[in-house]
């Protein structure tokens, strides 16, 4: 059976069996801050089992795409040099919330995997936890599983989502691949070995695991299946390696096409075929490229596949043309990979040319640190900076090395990247998660939509750590979570309400709200008074705050649409803020806007906002939206029923939006764009003010222009005109200065000559000069080397007041066999507490001690003397 095959057949068998086929989420977790990507099948559902996200199905079924190559999950460094180890790969699952349970879950697995894929019951072995009695009455007694191909183990049988949570006792499928194959069963000491491989986990959740470790019993048990796409392919197809399934073969051949280098066995082949699906799909789901985050996770996996090509053989930009082939094995079963395509290639084509950059960079600043280096051992702290800093591959660190003889601080280089690795891990860390801490049947009521107070009563108090309280006491901070609430939660892209809780004799002021777990989370202090968990308060919005947020929220729809009828189709949004002071939006465009552009762009929006037409607030399901042709976030996680955001005359805008808006599009007042600029490779962002903030805005440029005005005694229209002149002016100025510095420099260049002294028949300066500017350095020096005719010189200018050395070193051509300029400007600036470089017949450097710079000096002629 081929790999799509499969996928369609474990969805159909559970569609048969009243199970809901769920489409694969986004790789980025929604609202999930303890995670880097989305790892497992069951993340998606995370909210279903702890009952926080009512799902209109209690039976489920999917194919989930999934990413372990960050965090806690990482198998980067595996892949491509074992059979089963992938950062990116597809999850089968099976879900029952509440419904079916052991016996259900495991006589689904047994009928699929025996009857439905046609597996020898021999060839399989089951495992179940040793206290797990059930589970193993049902496989023996019901399922009739040999006894001998049976174990009971212990910590390799239970699961559980994290440190508390829904978790219990599981039931591991392995495959017996023959005994030609070394390896020993589940259990056994041999069980490393690759004989038995698992290749489907039936996860029993009948317990909640609570702060004090306590197992709790659910009173819904449910039940989380994963079986590995990938590895049950190569059972089904007689192979041993997940590189020898349909779908890695022909990525392999286009990878081994794509860089010319024709082993598909090699394990850098591997290594690209396995990474471009990891980065095609990331990218679909809105990451890209950076040096933090989850886009630093997605760059380092870009240049690890680009830096294996390069180590085959492959000749330029590569990588991105695999995208054609990975469209074709997978683009049907997941239709937003194909929709992405060209944003995809164009994407890896950046970062790939961006890569190819930092190579040579890289290759400078290494001959630089060799140049310099004192020893034969290029030390752990240099490695590391230009692995980390530059992104210069350690391999090829250690390559140039080992031309140059010189050996690597391997140690040291290895404690930096520890040190690394655990701020990587604790920033993966992304927010405080307050779920072990709340425990709370259903979730906070939002009533914000149409009021701003409200009567609620206190459900939780936590504080700052996550951690449960009974009360709060004046002056206290901590986390206030309601029955139902007016405020805000921050979702979207729009920040969380302020505002306050008026409590029977106090008051808590509300600083932010943040959503998780269904809950809003109230954040701030007790002014006054005592609060206690149950407690009546009546929560109270900031109005002009949230009005202001509003305005600015609204302006981003009209002007995502706005830049799709300027720019194009390709435009969607990457992410957004919305605050009361302004609003920032983030999309897809791969080349700065033009003020024209620009003002097209702005006048749409403000030719909406002028139409002053109602906004329409819908509910219908996803479907419907999409026929709709309601925009959705690349990252969100929309439910079957959806609430759909209609601003502008003739519907100018429909998109998807669960945030708060203007009633009209008047209400927005006006828009202004104040800046467009990228953040990221493909990502432009831009920058607006609506309302108060723009009115305040060109009050603001019109009180700046009036008092420019009256320096330049110019009516406000002639200040344009009028700075104009004075530029030109300043321009001509600045010519007729620079002659006659090059004059000055001139006549001092040769009364400087009579200065130099003989160092075994070669004439050597060295002076120090005051006042004289980098290009002009430059200049006087092309001057005395052309008098000299044969000579080295040195010339250094220290400033005093900022603390701040120029040198520049010059040889004539005649001697730079024998002495380097490069060298030469290295040695003065190691003296002033700084270092340099360049050619050999010219080099600079700069430093910081302003007082060594004579001595440094002094010391030319001799460090002459010694290379003659």
Request: proline letters at 4%; one cysteine or more.
């Amino acid at each position: 059976m081929k790999s799509a095959d499969i996928r369609q057949a474990f969805l159909s068998y559970f569609e048969e069996r009243g199970h809901s086929i769920v489409p694969s989420s986004s790789l980025v977790p929604d609202n999930d801050p303890t995670l880097l990507f989305t790892n497992a099948g069951m993340v998606p559902f995370k909210d279903v089992f702890l009952g926080r996200d009512p799902r209109p199905y209690v039976r489920a079924t999917s194919a989930q795409r999934c990413v372990r190559a960050g965090g806690k999950h990482n198998d980067l460094d595996n892949v491509g040099y074992t059979a089963r180890h992938h950062t990116f790969f597809e999850m089968l699952g099976n879900f029952s919330f509440g419904d079916y349970f052991k016996r259900d879950a495991i006589h689904f697995a047994w009928n699929f995997l025996t009857k439905v894929l046609g597996l020898p019951r021999e060839k399989l072995w089951v495992t179940v936890h040793v206290s797990d009695d059930e589970a193993e009455r049902i496989w023996k007694d019901e399922v009739g599983i040999d006894p001998e191909r049976f174990s009971r183990l212990d910590e390799d049988n239970f699961w559980q989502m994290g440190d508390t949570g829904p978790c219990g006792p599981s039931s591991e499928v392995f495959y017996d691949h023959g005994p030609e194959v070394w390896g020993g069963p589940p259990g056994s000491p041999e069980e490393d070995g690759d004989r038995y491989i698992e290749v489907w986990n039936l996860v029993f959740m009948q317990y909640d695991r609570d702060v004090a470790g306590n197992m709790n019993p659910l009173p819904k048990p449910s039940i989380d299946t994963g079986m590995g796409l990938e590895r049950i392919a190569a059972v089904m197809q007689g192979v041993h390696s997940n590189y020898e399934i349909d779908l890695f073969q022909n990525l392999l051949a286009a990878a081994a096409e794509a860089t010319g280098h024709g082993d598909t066995s090699a394990p850098s082949l591997r290594v690209i075929a396995d990474h471009i699906r990891s980065c095609a799909f990331l990218v679909a789901d809105g990451v890209l490229p950076s040096n933090e985050g989850r886009g630093y996770v997605l760059r380092r996996i870009i240049r690890r596949a680009v830096r294996h090509g390069h180590k085959l053989g492959a000749q330029g930009s590569f990588f991105h043309k695999l995208v054609a082939a990975l469209d074709a094995e997978m683009g049907e079963a997941y239709p937003e990979l194909r929709e992405a395509r060209g944003q995809i290639e164009r994407v890896l084509l950046k970062e790939e040319e961006q890569f190819a950059r930092t190579l040579e960079h890289g290759m400078g600043l290494l001959g630089e640190a060799l140049d310099a280096l004192e020893g034969d051992t290029l030390p752990g702290e240099t490695v590391f900076k230009l692995y980390d800093t530059y992104g210069f591959p350690y391999d090829l660190t250690a390559d140039v090395c080992r031309e140059r003889g010189v050996s690597l601080d391997e140690a040291g280089f290895q404690r930096e990247l520890e040190a690394q690795r655990q701020r990587a891990r604790a920033a993966s860390q992304f927010d405080v998660d307050y779920g072990a801490a709340l425990e709370l049947d259903g979730q906070t009521d939002f009533t914000g939509y149409d009021r701003l107070e409200d009567r609620a009563t206190v459900v939780a108090l936590v504080d700052e750590a996550g951690n449960a309280l009974a009360q709060l006491e004046t002056e206290q901070r901590g986390v206030v979570v309601l029955d139902r609430t007016p405020f805000y939660g921050e979702s979207g892209g729009q920040v969380g309400d302020t505002g306050y809780l008026e409590l029977e004799g106090g008051r808590f002021l509300v600083e932010d709200t943040q959503k998780q777990a269904g809950h809003h989370l109230h954040q701030g202090r007790l002014l006054e008074g005592e609060l206690e968990v149950g407690a009546s308060v009546t929560p109270h919005v900031d109005a002009s705050l949230r009005a202001a947020t509003v305005r600015n929220h609204s302006a981003t729809h009209l002007l995502h649409k706005a830049l799709r009828l300027v720019l194009g189709d390709h435009v969607q949004q990457k992410g957004s803020l919305v605050t009361p002071e302004r609003l920032r939006f983030d999309f897809s465009h791969f080349e700065p806007m033009s003020q024209e552009q620009l003002a097209e762009v702005e006048r749409l929006v403000n030719e909406q906002v002028l139409a002053n037409a109602p906004t329409r607030i819908e509910h219908m399901t996803l479907d419907e939206a999409k026929e709709k042709g309601a925009a959705a976030l690349f990252e969100a996680k929309y439910a079957d029923s959806v609430r759909v955001l209609t601003i502008g005359a003739d519907d100018f805008s429909v998109e998807l939006c669960g945030g708060t808006h203007v009633a009209r599009s008047g209400d927005i007042g006006c828009c202004h764009i104040v800046a467009e600029a990228g953040i990221a490779s493909g990502v432009r962002r831009i920058e607006a003010i609506t309302g108060d903030g723009a009115l305040a805005y060109f009050r603001d440029q019109e009180a700046r222009v009036a008092r420019i005005g009256e320096r330049l005694k110019a009516k406000p229209e002639q200040v344009e005109e009028r700075v104009m002149s004075l530029v030109e002016r300043n321009r001509d100025l600045e010519k007729e200065v620079e002659r006659l510095k090059a004059k000055l420099a001139s006549a001092a260049g040769s009364d400087m000559l009579g200065e130099a002294r003989e160092v075994k028949g070669i004439k050597v300066l060295a002076k120090r000069l005051e006042g004289v500017s980098g290009k002009e350095l430059r200049g006087l020096l092309d001057q005395l080397k052309n008098k000299l005719g044969s000579g080295v010189v040195v010339l250094g200018v220290g400033d005093e007041q900022a603390g701040k050395v120029s040198l520049i070193a010059g040889v004539t051509d005649d001697l730079t066999g024998r002495v380097k300029a490069g060298e030469l400007v290295n040695h003065v600036a190691s003296q002033v507490g700084g270092k340099g470089g360049g050619r050999p017949d010219m080099a600079q450097a700069g430093g910081s001690d302003v007082s060594a710079l004579p001595g440094a000096l002094d010391s030319v002629p001799m460090w002459v003397e010694s290379k003659l």
